[in-house]
């Protein structure tokens, strides 16, 4: 009882804290004139679509725990659970391949990236991410590509029927299609994503050393300042995808492994630890945001922390919105 009672209190505060966090960041977003830039479209997408998922998958997620695994709503919103779970991971996905590419083209280039990265190419490329991502999950589960004989899971699954309570809510990714999809989703744009990364360190590098060797001292402060805020938020983009390989990568791996040669159902315990992990970094993302990015972190503190109206608050406020670099 008192097991069950803890598992509750957990899974509860997990999901309060994958909402909080992630309605905090689309409130910094939308607030901060600081954050009103075209990039901060692609940050905001990621906090949407782990909001949706503390909103509307977590949840069921959670009752699927505390029931040890037993689905009591029938075939169909099992389909829609799982459909919305897949969809909102590819998202997670293709967002952060996004976010990369962004990050490599404002370090590489600052001087062309406004008219490499305008607002209409930033609206397609969103467009597309969620049109990808609703491909692969509502499409692909409603039409059976997920399954080993390609017939649609869970259509003989009534809500009425006897024993349905009994019944299990998991995706059935057991063919060549899943290894084909896992390889898209996650594994080539975590290679792309890891390329990214690799150069805008390099260029990073080589850009400090310009700076360096061409600028009079006097006017090396503000170029370096100007040089370091890009550099900043391209570090904190880079612990966003550190977290998100750390999480993922064990789910994606495992029930690779297991759909493709494995014969028996995935053990419990472990099918909960790995997804769970995954789901983890759906509340880091927004717990990272302020931690290593100073814009992020004084939008923040305008938002928890009221603006000061005495010395006292003043000091408050200063302790807040310190910059930690």
């Keep these: 009882m008192m097991f069950t009672t803890l598992r509750w209190v957990v899974l509860v505060a997990f999901i309060l804290l994958?909402?909080?966090g992630n309605v905090l960041?689309?409130?910094a977003v939308a607030t901060s004139r600081r954050l009103h830039q075209i990039s901060s479209c692609f940050i905001l997408s990621l906090a949407v679509t782990d909001l949706l998922l503390g909103l509307l998958v977590l949840p069921l997620s959670a009752m699927l725990e505390l029931h040890n695994g037993r689905w009591p709503l029938g075939g169909v919103f099992c389909n829609i659970y799982i459909s919305l779970d897949v969809m909102l991971c590819s998202a997670l996905m293709l967002t952060l391949l996004a976010i990369s590419v962004d990050r490599y083209l404002a370090i590489s280039n600052p001087l062309c990236y406004p008219r490499r990265v305008t607002p209409r190419r930033v609206a397609i490329t969103l467009t597309a991410i969620w049109t990808c991502s609703l491909a692969v999950s509502f499409v692909s589960?409603?039409?059976?590509?997920?399954?080993?004989?390609?017939r649609v899971q869970n259509l003989d699954w009534d809500m009425w029927d006897e024993g349905g309570e009994g019944r299990t809510c998991r995706y059935e990714w057991n063919n060549n299609y899943?290894?084909?999809k896992a390889f898209l989703i996650f594994y080539l744009p975590l290679l792309v994503m890891c390329g990214m990364y690799h150069r805008i360190f390099c260029v990073a590098r080589e850009q400090v050393r310009h700076i360096r060797a061409t600028t009079p001292s006097f006017a090396q402060?503000?170029?370096a300042v100007a040089t370091a805020r890009e550099h900043k938020a391209t570090v904190t983009l880079a612990a966003v995808l550190g977290a998100f390989v750390i999480c993922w990568f064990p789910y994606f791996t495992y029930f690779t492994c297991m759909g493709m040669w494995a014969k028996t159902h995935p053990n419990k315990l472990t099918d909960s630890i790995v997804l769970w992990l995954g789901y983890l970094n759906y509340a880091l993302n927004p717990i990272l945001y302020p931690a290593l990015n100073r814009d992020f972190r004084q939008a923040c503190g305008q938002l928890l922390c009221c603006r000061p109206s005495n010395q006292g608050e003043l000091v408050f406020w200063k302790f807040c919105t310190e910059d930690v670099y």
């Design 221 to 223: 402060a503000a170029n």
């Design 25 to 27: 960041v689309c409130l």
């Design 141 to 150: 589960i409603n039409l059976g590509w997920n399954t080993p004989d390609f």
């Design 18 to 20: 994958t909402i909080c």
């Design 178 to 180: 899943v290894l084909l």
